[in-house]
């Protein structure tokens, strides 16, 4: 199969390596995969062969003719522009997939484009972006969500049903929708979160408090703290594409903080108590390996 991938950063690199990776490594019942990468510098180009994440790379869209699949890996706002000036260096049958954190509005704006597309998102990143933190492990055991419609081909769906679970990722199904209110609570709030924590602690007021501050956080604050300090452009892209989830998602967190702030006002240790129980019990339910 011939695997087409537009932009070769973190997502599209680990992308291309790990098809890679599978094809080095096939048996007589896998499939091989050819990966064709497209990116804007040639240098990204040239380094994604030197690394092993593509067989070919151009910076134009002609060398994706022969593809049978193209993978969209730029950013959510760059996704219809790409497309439409891909459009017609495609074969017909080519299936076109995107791995973007919001689906309802690129499936609405894509799908009567291509009749061929199938919303993506691998649930699966680093902090770090660029093609030289890739690797071909990063979507194993990691939910890999796909957003078919009643007018997405059943063979679209399942061309990339097959290369999620080639990169080793565990493969869900749901309406768009659905995908971006559920992702609103456990992907995007947690960025507002965490970097709402980081400016919190940014406002105190008396250097040397913040500075001893700094000094001794640990692993708590590191792991809260994390998806914070991520790419900002990703943030603003959560925000922009997912508004009216993501404005619920934080005014009912909004709503815990205050139920928080008035445990502690009265002194009522015994509610904290119990909400931090609550707490204790849920937590596993979000995370596959607990």
Known sequence: MRVG??????????????????SAARTDSTRNYTILGVSRRSQVCQQAIAIGAADEASVN?????????????TPIAAIE??????????KSTT?????????ASIVETIAPLWPNFVGGHPMAGKAESGLDVAEADLFVQKPY????????????????TEIAKAVGAIVYECEPEAHD?????????????????????????????????????????????????GVPELGVMM??????ALRQALLIYRDRLDEMIDCVDRADWDAIE??????QAARPRFLQED
């Open 239 to 244: 925000a922009c594409y997912n508004q009216a």
């Open 61 to 73: 869209f002609d060398c994706l003719a022969t593809a049978d699949v193209v993978i969209l890996c």
């Open 81 to 90: 522009p790409t497309v439409r000036s891909l459009l017609p260096h495609l």
């Open 5 to 22: 991938i537009v932009g070769l950063g973190l997502i599209g690199g680990s992308l291309g390596l790990a098809l890679r990776s599978r």
């Open 145 to 160: 969500v796909l957003t078919p419609i009643d007018s997405t081909p059943p063979e679209a769906i399942a061309i990339v």
């Open 274 to 279: 119990a909400l931090l129980t609550e707490t």
């Open 95 to 103: 299936v076109l997939t995107d791995v973007g954190s919001v689906k």
């Open 181 to 229: 209110r559920a992702v609103a609570w456990i992907s995007h709030l947690p960025v507002m979160v965490s970097a709402s924590l980081i400016r919190a602690c940014l406002s105190e007021p008396d250097a040397t408090i913040q500075n001893l501050a700094q000094k001794l956080a640990s692993s708590g604050f590191r792991d809260a703290s994390r998806v914070g300090g």
